[in-house]
């Protein structure tokens, strides 16, 4: 009722005031729309019709604007909609992979970037699956679709390092890696990837400088142990590499840091020695080599002592060194067996029969001692004996006379070297002449790392198997 009573009186004013101005502005005016046609107007009807027309022009763009507005607010919400729709998805796509249901992970995962084809962290989580399953070139596409969207984004960049890598598309994981150090020059899991991918493609000089680089950088005291053994390791493969191209100069500088850094490091000492041979200082290098043993007691040098004595013409020399060794260490089992077994070389046949028939221990593990002593029996003309030996060294199932055996990972190798083949590490070759105590199951060729063994010349197996 208010409203009719409003309008209503609206109107009475409106038509007061219209015939107000009216009387106070006689005449009209002729409006012309076109040559031959036009009409007359009075000057309120005039104005109140410019006044209507302004009104109509208002409301149509408020109009259109309100309309724009709405279907903008339409489609917002509906986008809106499907990304919370997508992220629901990606919520129960990381809570299956995390419970180990990989493949409703992935059914959820793409179901989102159906749902939202730029949806960064499914691109990414889904990319990271793949790259366990070792599916590498749908891993890559993943992850190159996730940079094109965020082109810095320094997770998305690593994880298709790490892609790059695994389908041993190792040139372009590098400059990926080099990309990441772009945007953060101190990235240290970035230098330590690529480290790792020069150590792999065996560049040794880049990798000792981003080595060099890491050490500079704050890190815990634990991390800092390990990556300074690291860098004694990469000191020493420089120096050997650059001895394999005759640089023998720069090689004696790079063996001699390593040494410097860890004295302790073994083929620092055995890459130094090769030099003096190669140089003829035979005798200067067999003094080096008494002096670290006498330091180290490792027995590896005293192999590489024997081929150089006997070289030399000199076996009194080993004897002697083999001797004091025993002497100092007479409950030392592996000495008396290496002394025994070099008297037999030597066709010392007394001598090896006295000392190896007093070994105890591994006569039960060990398929050469048993070879060595039925050929001393034999010697002796004592057949029985030397059957039964023949016996035991038969009975062996598998092979246990395997000079050197990596401390990390039991690899088993014929030949000496600084890395292991297996497990990569530098260093960690022993002398085991028969299998330990503990039980350990050698490893062989399967699994390798890929690490290439580089032995060094004479330091092959010490002895040929009997």
């Not at 053994?229 to 420089?238: A, C, D, H, K």
């Not at 040098?301 to 002697?320: F, K, Q």
């Not at 077994?341 to 039960?364: C, N, V």
Request: charged residues 25%; aromatic residues 8%; hydrophobic residues 40%.
């Amino acid at each position: 009722m208010f409203r009719l009573l409003l309008t209503v009186f609206l109107i009475v004013v409106v038509s007061f005031i219209f015939g107000y101005f009216e009387e106070l502005n006689p005449g009209s005016i002729t409006i012309r729309i076109s040559p031959l046609e036009s009409f007359d107007l009075s000057p309120i009807s005039l104005v109140l019709l410019s006044m209507g027309i302004g009104a109509l022009f208002v409301t149509l763009l408020v109009g259109v604007r309100e309309t724009k507005h709405l279907i903008l607010n339409w489609h917002n919400a509906r986008l809106r909609r499907r990304e919370e729709k997508a992220d629901a998805l990606h919520r129960e796509g990381t809570h299956a992979f995390l419970s180990k249901r990989t493949s409703e992970a992935i059914s959820l995962f793409e179901k989102t970037l159906a749902l939202d084809p730029h949806h960064l962290d499914s691109l990414l989580w889904l990319g990271n699956i793949y790259r366990t399953e070792r599916n590498y070139p749908e891993a890559i596409r993943l992850h190159q679709k996730a940079r094109s969207i965020e082109e810095h984004n320094i997770e998305v960049l690593m994880a298709l390092a790490k892609d790059l890598e695994g389908a041993k598309r190792f040139e372009e994981a590098l400059q990926t890696l080099q990309d990441i150090l772009k945007l953060d020059p101190g990235h240290l899991t970035a230098l330590m990837r690529k480290r790792d991918l020069y150590i792999r493609l065996e560049k040794w000089t880049d990798a000792l400088d981003i080595q060099q680089r890491l050490m500079k950088a704050t890190l815990s005291e634990h991390d800092q142990r390990a990556e300074a053994g690291l860098l004694v390791s990469l000191t020493y493969e420089v120096g050997r590499q650059l001895l394999e191209r005759g640089q023998t100069g720069k090689a004696r500088h790079s063996f001699r840091g390593a040494i410097k850094r860890d004295k302790r490091f073994l083929p620092a000492y055995i890459g130094l020695c090769e030099i003096l041979v190669r140089e003829g200082k035979v005798k200067h290098a067999a003094e080096i080599f008494e002096k670290v043993y006498a330091k180290t007691g490792n027995i590896i040098l005293l192999h590489r002592l024997e081929e150089l004595y006997l070289e030399m013409g000199e076996p009194g020399e080993i004897i002697r060194v083999y001797q004091d060794a025993t002497q100092r260490d007479p409950q030392n089992q592996v000495l008396k067996f290496y002394l025994g077994k070099l008297y037999y070389r030597l066709e010392m046949i007394d001598e090896a029969f006295d000392l190896l028939s007093t070994l105890e221990g591994p006569q039960g593990q060990m398929s050469d001692y048993h070879k060595i002593m039925a050929n001393l029996y034999l010697r002796k003309q004592q057949m029985d004996l030397a059957v039964e030996e023949l016996k035991k060294a038969l009975g062996f199932k598998k092979r246990v006379v395997v000079p050197y055996l990596c401390t990390q990972c039991q690899y088993e190798s014929p030949e000496w070297s600084g890395r292991c083949r297996r497990c990569g590490l530098w260093n960690t070759f022993v002398a085991l002449p028969w299998v330990d105590a503990s039980g350990i199951e050698p490893h062989l060729e399967a699994g390798t790392s890929g690490a290439r063994p580089i032995p060094y010349q004479g330091i092959a197996a010490p002895f040929e198997t009997v």
